[in-house]
């Protein structure tokens, strides 16, 4: 074991964790079995099922919230429907390729989840109007039901990984939908009516023919030319695994893991004749090192997101990109064979893309916490968390920088939340996570202002959570007419006319944001 490679423990880790974790699961199946979970709101049960287990509906005066993900369930009994407490579903990683239709009875359930199946059709008629949250993540979709728009409450859409060509025009009565994942299917164009939903904030669309285009030759000849304007702003470097020293884990996400690292880019004696050998770091430095997995993800591809990385360059404001490993292309994995730097490398490690970040300082802490299951949308905060209204400005105005920036090279960041932004005790901020990131063509204004505007009702959303966390005292009139002002803001970013509101350029001259402050 002392010869594994940090990815590799983690995932002999995994094994192990897996195996006890399914101990627990069928010992857990045993108690339902045996009437020990009578009274229970919630049950999760991940014990390689082929059947339904009929006990649980036993449970239906009690149980809210049910979890069978990861089992081999292509099928629901018909008194499913005897769950009239039922709010929360999770199917994942199951062979349905049907949706149920009997979920269609459950009067009470608002989220569902079918992420990772083999779903091929959702029939008229089997969505509940009382859904608010709808998870159809890597299935084989070709088509969604024209009654989809019947569902006034939902909020969050999940779509990513499937094979859809269009969307019901009819969803264009979903008034109500927020956030929308359409990346990695066939669409050949975004549908112009989600720039019209007066409440949609964010939305990802990458990975399909319609933007490949843009990736490939816009957003390289965007990243060219803004190297050019910005002389200091090299190309991104590709940097050798073998230059690389893995640490412990920081985090890890549905696109991959993040690593605390060492870059020592004297580790092979050929790189001073490589590209961008001038702009290598002359010692050793710590970094953060992300391997994507490859796999989908609710947002869409880890590579699209590699990309989207790569083209935001560098702004004070945003997560530093350092440069690139990839073991995909044949000539970088030679190269670091021929220098001894890969011999410890897996297959699955040498398939990897990644990513070499700045290393944020510790004292940098994530502004919020994601959506729970209730709040759908909305970030969640600590019931005691506050900011000063000093913090709040520096906040929204590092960010309002980092939107412009973005939107000024054709990208969309797609997930504008607290939980992606880092902060210090003073307020300076951090973007990250390009998850749900999407590329579009920079030129064309009119598509341009139809995205960026979205993004700005994601801004009002942070905006709003940041104000009604904002202590003041009554008496500080100065402060008193900002904070009014930034409400003023918040409400304009908000309307529910996208057209009126203002763009990132105009949001930042009325916060009075410098770059050089």
Same mark, same amino acid.
């Not at 608002?110 to 509940?128: A, C, H, P, W, Y």
């Not at 299917?185 to 964010?202: A, K, Y």
């Given at each position: ?21 399914? =101990? ?19 049950? =999760? ?156 904030? %964010? ?59 060492? %870059? ?220 009014? =002002? ?32």
């Amino acid at each position: 074991m002392d010869n594994l490679s940090h990815p590799q423990l983690e995932q002999l880790k995994l094994e192990q964790l897996k195996l006890e974790q399914l =101990k627990l699961e069928q010992l857990k199946l045993e108690q339902l079995k045996q009437g020990k979970l009578r009274g229970a709101k919630e049950l =999760k049960i991940a014990a390689n099922l082929h059947e339904f287990p009929m006990e649980i509906l036993e449970l239906a005066d009690s149980l809210e919230l049910l979890v069978l993900s990861n089992n081999c369930l292509s099928r629901l009994p018909d008194s499913f429907s005897q769950l009239k407490k039922l709010k929360v579903v999770f199917f994942n990683n199951n062979a349905f390729e049907t949706f149920p239709k009997v979920l269609a009875q459950c009067p009470a359930l608002s989220m569902i989840s079918f992420k990772g199946n083999r779903l091929k059709t959702v029939d008229e008629q089997v969505l509940s109007p009382a859904i608010r949250w709808l998870i159809l993540t890597d299935n084989q979709l070709e088509a969604l039901p024209a009654d989809i728009g019947q569902l006034s409450k939902l909020q969050k859409l999940m779509l990513a990984g499937n094979r859809l060509t269009t969307l019901p025009v009819e969803m264009s009565a979903c008034q109500n939908l927020e956030l929308i994942r359409i990346s990695a299917n066939q669409l050949s164009e975004i549908p112009t009516w989600l720039f019209s939903l007066p409440r949609l904030s %964010w939305l990802a669309y990458a990975g399909n023919p319609c933007c490949d285009s843009w990736a490939e030759e816009l957003g390289h000849s965007n990243l060219r030319a803004s190297a050019k304007a910005v002389p200091s702003e090299p190309l991104l470097l590709t940097i050798l695994r073998g230059e690389l020293q893995l640490g412990e884990v920081l985090g890890q996400g549905a696109s991959g893991v993040i690593y605390e690292g060492r %870059w020592n880019a004297a580790a092979n004696g050929q790189n001073a004749a490589r590209e961008g050998a001038a702009n290598r770091p002359c010692e050793s430095q710590v970094v953060a090192v992300k391997l994507f997995k490859g796999e989908m993800t609710s947002d869409g591809l880890p590579l699209d997101e590699m990309r989207a990385c790569m083209l935001a360059g560098q702004h004070p404001n945003l997560v530093s990109v350092l440069g690139k490993i990839c073991f995909s292309q044949e000539k970088d994995l030679k190269q670091a064979e021929d220098s001894g730097q890969a011999e410890d490398l897996s297959q699955a490690e040498k398939a990897q893309a990644g990513l070499v970040f700045s290393f944020i300082p510790p004292e940098y802490e994530n502004l919020g916490g994601p959506p729970s299951l209730e709040s759908c949308t909305r970030d969640v905060y600590g019931a005691d968390v506050s900011f000063s209204l000093s913090v709040v400005l520096r906040i929204v105005r590092g960010i309002a920088l980092a939107l412009r920036h973005l939107h000024a090279r054709g990208i969309m960041h797609g997930d504008l939340y607290a939980h992606n932004i880092l902060i210090d005790g003073m307020g300076e901020s951090i973007l990250g996570d390009f998850g749900a990131a999407s590329v579009y063509d920079a030129a064309d204004g009119m598509l341009g202002e139809a995205l960026e505007r979205i993004e700005v009702r994601a801004f009002g959303c942070l905006l709003e959570d940041l104000l009604d966390r904002c202590a003041i005292a009554p008496a500080d009139e100065p402060s008193v007419s900002q904070f009014e =002002k930034l409400r003023q803001l918040q409400e304009a970013c908000l309307d529910r006319d996208p057209a009126r509101r203002s763009r990132f350029a105009e949001i930042c001259e009325i916060l009075g944001a410098d770059e050089g402050s």
